[in-house]
């Protein structure tokens, strides 16, 4: 590939800010060459290269108009790397690197050859709400439609692979947040850090000075301020670093670009690419400044029409003159700056178009120095060039607005610079619902008030084009800010203003929102909105369509859309339509700002919470025991818990059925860490407990336990466990793994709430103890190994009971001999530091007895065997106790939570859902959890009526048949009966049963 | 009480012992950014509503420090520490080597007060990050004001660290120029935060130290509690 000539619109006598670095980068597969310092737009201009995509509807070529975040045109693929590309980058914020690949994109194959430019032919047939129009019906065919439209309209490709990048997170906060390290942001932030205050300054360019990098007058002011800065400890001076959102209580978010302006090879190993910062503020400036919009006129949207801000900023910043025979077009002072810089850097010849029909004498004086020609009181009627502007068609315009009968003149040229005034940057502001008023002098919005609680809006933001006013104003409002935090600012004294160029700062602007021209109206093509391809006949239509409000206007054209968020377009399409409807844009109103401010990528939002810090993992003491032995793991809530412990060439079923086999016939033992504890003491613990389970707990002795079940007031289960009374005034209560948080809150709040009177505390102890529980026969043998002073004999601790003492050598411990398996059952409970030591010791002393570790699964399988619920697998928060056949847990003698509800209509209904078991005629077949329990006679067609589902459901290895829970309407009454449960494909027979499959005499539990 | 032979082990054992062999050669720096696991030593949870004069007159000659009522509040006793976490609510956290037999002397002096004295030295595991970018990596995940002026040596905030709930608590360091931050967090959340701060700290060039020695201190309390 050939290396284009470097450089050739770059002035040899000045680089702007740029180094001397030769930075080569490619752009659509072309090698070019750039200075360390440029962005792509410059880099790209300084090549002569205008013409970088093409549009999203019609495809028509479209060149750099900006020089910042509001380019609606200059959108860039930057990278080829499937997993790091990016698109829909504004080259005019991209920072070149040695090595960036950037493409334009909307185009296919290329950007000169381009299959859907014919959509520009058809542009008749594609007007505003044409999608709607047009792919309505057939309704099914949407589908087709959308993937077609996606296609077409696509805004670059997303990436196909995960990000590689690193991303992260700050939080901070400050006194006073400055956004915007312009004249009024460096002001401010010099004020504020010499107050001593904790200042952030953040501007979104790589360097300070916004506005003022296009004074070549201002180097050494921004110098100065920024080193000033520099040498405070109290300031955190960012750049690369946009805030992209205001939000309530002063809270900021923003996105610092850490390393991606750096080549590759040069970014920090471990620095993110990007780091979104969180920021409190106790007061915040908004510094935020002015964007340029353009001028509506007929083909207004050629490559080489720029905003005359730019053109200027990249002169002065770059050393890039845009264009060799520029017309200036305008209806405000500022642009004739312009027009005076590129005639000084000897372009020539240089014209400017005035709407107006007296500028200012003291500019025309000055033009006519230069030799600029100027043409007041014209309209541009028309452009010709199709991939590069060559000429503008201009026509004076009457007094009143209208096209003279004669007087048509046509203008070669190689760039048009337009302006249609400033519009200020109220985004933030608006984000705050700050109230905004329409300022006459400017023709835009400014905030109707200084500031809305605690955001200040100052200078260029608040409407200010003087500098001097800009800089007095940033100074007097920072003063304000500071008081409010408490800071007094009088130390220093009247900041420095910068030299700019003054003659041009008054706008003497006369708002002209729709530049009249005589081609016939049938072919003008005036566009409002470049990025969406909007124009103004397009908001013409909307309003003769009957969207009369500006929101339906902005919906129905997607004008203000996009990536740029309608920056340099809003204001112009509201003077359009207000136009239209003969009214002011005041009483039309304006369409809501929303953050952010700027697309902000999803990796900086994320951080590093994916991948392995999506979600906590909680780990048990033993957990390394597991993974050692092979386990395989579920997640319960964000614990890591045993699933079962799959030898060598075992399938996790097989593993399953041989763990359980094993706890009937031997001895298991499960981790049961996870389970909630809580602490609860004080002289009312037992009183609480009453009221908070549905069963008796004031006469439960030292030394026993209890199951208890805990309602909502609704009177729906809502959690369960085993209670032991550790003392007369102190409990040990244990949840479900899951419920553990909710239940700790829930006491909580029925304590401080409701019941403050009683003495009780609760503090959560789920992490102190880790928790093996043996079950099966031999539990009691392995037990009487392992304790050290305790009797675990059956008279000393018989079911439902619990000691406390020593273990293992020593180890502190409390045993509970309590069941949910049906076998004898002992639960060790001994600090965490020592679960892992318990557990080994555990394991060694029952290899005789054939000990076998065994999972969650495991365990759920044998309470199923014993017809035990789990909450929230065999409930759903609609049971209540007595729908789980559980009226044995409810008290008639006592007041509890959720009582009073057990007792409304609803719940005696007879039809009620009751658990039930549910065996199959093909004992091999195991249910599927969550299958429909149908009538044996049910129709096959739907409405079929539903009788209830499948809870649980497993194979017993104990049974050697299948089982399941269920919960049936009426199901007690249909025991011994016979239902289908529709699998999806088939309906298998089942019989009503018990829920109580194995042992239910009880005998076991007590062998 | 009977000797304790069991041996004991930090839920960190196999992370401290991953990230360590994963240090680089940072740790020759004068003052690096440490992570390291501090020894386990008593931990008490004291609830109380009885009014503070009659509670310190008991507890002082234990604690050599007397509870606040201030929010935030960390009083340091001789050998130990105790931090505000809530209304009523305080966390008592012995010094290395200062375990023994503080659980059962609070139990005992708070016999008869509307109060509960809850063992959680096993509950928390404490997390040291030190050197001088402690507080930026800390910051990337805790909303708290970390600010020198906000939070100065010797503040403590009951806050969070990304996903998990911390105490963070702000000890004075060993060097002027330096920072030192504890963080206590449930120990079934330690392997998430440590990792968490790890994977935050390579920007910093972390370097994480080995599990601590668990000898030192055996919890003290017995298992049966205060009163069985």
Known sequence: MRSSRPDNARLADRRGDNHDRVVRFRFNGRNLEGLEGDTLASALLANGIHWVGRSFKYHRPRGIFSAGAEEPNALVQVGDDPALTEPNLRATQVEIHEGLNARSQNVQPSLQFDLQAINDLFWRLMPAGFYYKTFMAPARWWALYEHMIRRAAGMGEAPAAPDPDRYDHRHEHCDLLIVGGGPAGLVAAQIAGRAGARVILADEQDRFGGHLLSEPGCRQWIDRQVSALEAMDNVTALTRATVFGAYHDNFFGLVERVTEHLPPDRRPRFAPRQRFWQIRARQAIMATGMIERPLVFHLNDRPGIMLAGAVRRYLHRHGVLAGRRPIIATNNNSAWQTAFDLAEAGASPVTIVDTRHAPPDRLRERAEALGIEVLAGHSLTGTRGRRHIRSVTVRPMRANGELAATGSRRIRCDLLSVSGGWNPVIHLFSHRKGPLAFDEGLASFVPARPSVAGLHAVGGAAGHTRIGEVVADAASRTRQALAECGLDSAPFERPETPETATDTDTLDLEPIWELPTDAAPARTRAFVDLQNDVTAKDLALALNEGYTSVEHVKRYTTTGMGTDQGKTGNVTALGIVADHQQRAIPAIGLTTFRPPYTPVTIGALVGRNSGRFLAPVRKTPMHCWHERHGAAFEDVGQWKRPLCYPRPGEREHDAVQREARAVRTAVGMLDGSTLGKIDICGPDAAEFLNRIYTNAWKKLAVGRCRYGVMLGEDGMVMDDGVTARIADDHFHMTTTTGGAARVMAWLEEWHQTEWPELKLHMTSVTDQWAVASLAGPGAREVAARLVDDIDVGREAMPFMSWAAGHVCGGIPARIFRISFSGEPGFEFNVPSRYGLALWEQAMAAGSEFGITPYGTEVMHLLRAEKGFIIVGQDTDGTVTPHDLNMDWVVSGKKDFIGRRSLYRADMLRPDRKRLVGLTTDDPSIVLEEGAHVLAADASPTPPVPMLGHVTSSYYSPNLNRSIALGLVKGGLDRKGTRLVVDTGHDRVPVEVVDSVFFDPEGERLHA | ?228
Request: charged residues 20%; glycine residues 4%.
């Open chain 2, 1 to 228: 009480m009977p000797e304790i032979t069991a041996t004991s082990h930090s839920i960190l054992e196999p992370a401290l012992a991953e990230l360590t062999a994963r240090n680089r050669s940072a740790a020759n720096r004068a003052d690096p950014l440490r992570l390291v696991e501090a020894p386990p030593t008593a931990k008490v949870i004291v609830r109380a509503l009885e009014p503070l004069e009659a509670l310190n007159h008991v507890l002082e000659p234990i604690l050599s420090t007397r509870l606040d009522d201030c929010p935030n509040k960390v009083s340091i006793g001789k050998d130990c520490r105790v931090f505000w976490l809530r209304v009523n609510q305080w966390l008592v956290i012995a010094e290395p080597g200062r375990s023994n037999g503080l659980v059962h002397s609070l139990e005992q002096a708070l016999t008869g007060f509307d109060s509960s004295v809850v063992d959680v030295s096993d509950y928390y595991t404490v997390l040291e990050l030190s050197g001088p970018g402690a507080r930026d990596v800390v910051m990337k995940g805790c909303p708290f004001d970390l600010h020198p002026r906000a939070f100065p040596t010797g503040a403590m905030a009951l806050t969070r660290l990304a996903q998990a709930d911390i105490l963070l608590y702000h000890r004075p360091a060993h060097r002027p120029d330096s920072v030192h931050l504890d963080i206590l967090v449930r120990s079934s959340f330690a392997e998430y935060a440590l990792r968490w701060l790890h994977d935050a700290g390579l920007e910093y060039d972390i370097t994480v130290a080995p599990a601590p020695d668990q000898i030192p201190d055996p919890p003290t309390i017995e298992a049966s509690g205060a009163d069985s």
